[in-house]
């Protein structure tokens, strides 16, 4: 019988642990929407946050990456550049229909439900802008490039999620705040992706 080396098992228990995190968030029955295809936000989130046979055992970015074998250069997953952009700068991007839902029916009666509908509308919107940058990124790149940006968009979806969970109070604002946030970091990472689109 064929022994396996050393970093073999642990690339294989890297992989295992991996998914075993990954399914820890869905349920055994949990079936994707019918109907996605590769461009809804949904599925881009959903291939960025699955562990494929391709991507890096770690997610964290800066980080190195494991050796392919024991010869191979190590190398580092890419951090987007900082750009630092004011609350009022990400807030420009923002589409013009949030300020017309903000300001009409229950949303301006500051009702939180029909406001945190406003969020979750433009979140979607400009999740579609980030997924188009990202799509076009990927594009750009050679399979261990993908690879690199796939574990960098994970590491940044986590970021993000935690983030914004954080800013948690338990009460109804969290309708508004978490989604709010969401927004927020959606458009910081599109414009910092946006170069690596062009």
Known sequence: MASITPSVTSRLLGLALLCAVA???????????????????????????????????????????????????????????????????????????????????????????????CFNAELALQDERLNAAYKSAMAKRDADGQARLRADERAWIKRRDAQCKEAATGGTIDMVEIPACLLDETIRRRIALQPMAE
């Open 23 to 117: 399914a820890c968030g869905r349920g055994a029955t949990d079936t994707p929407p019918a109907g996605n295809d590769a461009g809804t936000p949904e599925a881009v989130e959903a291939e960025a946050m699955l562990p494929d046979a391709a991507s890096p055992v770690t997610e964290v970015p800066g980080t190195p990456l494991p050796a392919q074998d024991a010869g191979a250069p190590q190398d580092t997953v890419p951090v987007l550049p900082e750009i630092s952009l004011s609350d009022e700068d990400v807030r420009a991007q923002r589409s013009p229909e949030l300020a017309r839902c903000l300001d009409s029916g229950d949303a301006a009666k500051g009702v939180s439900v029909a406001m945190g509908g």
